[in-house]
T-cell receptor
Framework: DAEITQSPRHKITETGRQVTLACHQTWNHNNMFWYRQDLGHGLRLIHYSYGVQDTNKGEVSDGYSVSRSNTEDLPLTLESAASSQTSVYFC???????????FGQGTRLTVV | GENVEQHPSTLSVQEGDSAVIKCTYSDSASNYFPWYKQELGKRPQLIIDIRSNVGEKKDQRIAVTLNKTAKHFSLHITETQPEDSAVYFCAASRRTGTASKLTFGTGTRLQVTL
């Protein structure tokens, strides 16, 4: 079955380290998104992509980067991890605009 | 950019009662309003959505209403059951070609008590 998967599911890292979270979807969706979920803030958009080689900043993009070299993958990189980036990260994809977004299982990241 | 406000942040109802969650949005060009349910430790999943050319949509015990003039939309759950306990998120987006991005509200934790 087509799906969207994230890895790792849990990660602990040290302040200042570079971290990459993986997101892979097999639906051939053009649109892919990264959100972070924090208590009291809901789901906030970090970066998004509407196709290969396309990337855009969301509302909380500082300290994060993404690249889209193929349709299936949108890895999220924390260039120098900070304690404020401790959060649950969700990747999502949708086939086109204003259609259902399918979420991955989430990655719980702890920065110590 | 779009701003979505959601109320209440927590809601406790007795089994069988109705629950209503309300959201407002700021961008008058937004034209798609989905609702997602997130059970504890799980991923958000779409439960119902409405587009701006429709005022109300129902699916069994859940319904969504949209008031474009006032820029607000609501989720109604009737005959609540314990399995309705979860966090509910509203969202809004506007489509440009094949592109759109969702802006979410801050979520409502619904607790259905026996």
């Amino acid at each position: 079955d087509a799906e969207i998967t994230q890895s790792p599911r849990h990660k602990i890292t040290e302040t200042g380290r570079q971290v990459t979270l993986a997101c892979h979807q097999t639906w051939n969706h053009n649109n892919m998104f990264w959100y972070r979920q924090d208590l009291g803030h809901g789901l906030r958009l970090i970066h998004y992509s509407y196709g290969v080689q396309d990337t855009n900043k969301g509302e909380v993009s500082d300290g994060y980067s993404v690249s889209r070299s193929n349709t299936e993958d949108l890895p999220l990189t924390l260039e120098s991890a900070a304690s404020s980036q401790t959060s649950v990260y969700f990747c999502a994809s949708s086939v086109t605009g204003n259609t259902e977004a399918f979420f991955g299982q989430g990655t719980r990241l702890t920065v110590v | 950019g779009e701003n979505v406000e959601q109320h209440p942040s927590t809601l406790s109802v007795q089994e069988g009662d109705s629950a209503v969650i309300k959201c407002t949005y700021s961008d008058s060009a937004s034209n798609y309003f989905p609702w997602y349910k997130q059970e504890l430790g799980k991923r958000p999943q779409l439960i119902i959505d409405i587009r701006s050319n429709v005022g109300e949509k129902k699916d069994q015990r859940i319904a969504v209403t949209l008031n474009k003039t006032a820029k607000h939309f609501s989720l109604h759950i009737t005959e609540t059951q314990p399995e309705d306990s979860a966090v509910y998120f509203c969202a809004a987006s506007r489509r440009t070609g094949t592109a759109s991005k969702l802006t979410f509200g801050t979520g409502t934790r619904l607790q259905v008590t026996l």
